[in-house]
């Protein structure tokens, strides 16, 4: 499949998921707000799969590691950046948002963390469909992007 059908296939399943919040909520952050959740569930989702063969959870299957690799990739592609507007952190809207303000504060450093992040996920989709160890020790970087602007940038979930 090419990367523009499944560029398609993502932002069309990222609209679809946020129409429904965007319609029952009224502010100008909202639709913002539900469309960076929905590309974070699409990125979960994805990791998920490559994970569970990476931890022996799932079975490994070239195709499928490639396939969720190469999804990841094309996230990594679109342009996010209007999901992302001055104002949208948990300082602003509370519990709509685990976003703390620091993102926008020290943009240059989360702009650098996601260059850092896309290179993993490049460097992922390289490796996905050429066996589990090339999958295994080309993951844990990807995480570690992950991680890089969940720790800092992102509040923890609330018990």
């Not at 699409?42 to 590691?65: C, E, H, P, S, T």
């Not at 396939?67 to 948990?90: C, E, F, R, V």
């Not at 890089?148 to 940038?153: I, Y």
Request: net charge positive; charged share 25%; with cysteine.
């Amino acid at each position: 499949m090419g990367i523009m059908k499944i560029l398609k296939k993502l932002l069309i399943a990222m609209v679809m998921a946020a129409v429904p919040l965007a319609a029952v909520q009224a502010g100008p952050m909202d639709k913002p707000v539900a469309a960076r959740k929905a590309d974070m569930k699409l990125r979960a989702f994805y990791m998920g799969q490559l994970g569970g063969m990476a931890k022996g959870k799932i079975a490994y299957d070239a195709k499928v590691a490639q396939g969720a690799a190469n999804s990841l990739l094309a996230l990594t592609k679109l342009d996010g950046s209007k999901m992302w507007p001055m104002g949208s952190g948990n300082d602003k809207l509370g519990d709509m948002t685990r976003a703390k303000p620091e993102i926008w504060s020290t943009y240059p450093e989360v702009a650098g963390k996601g260059k850092a992040y896309k290179m993993a996920v490049e460097n992922l989709a390289k490796a996905a469909g050429s066996g589990l160890d090339a999958l295994k020790g080309a993951i844990g970087p990807v995480g570690k992007g992950c991680g890089g602007c969940h720790k800092p940038f992102r509040e923890k979930k609330k018990k």
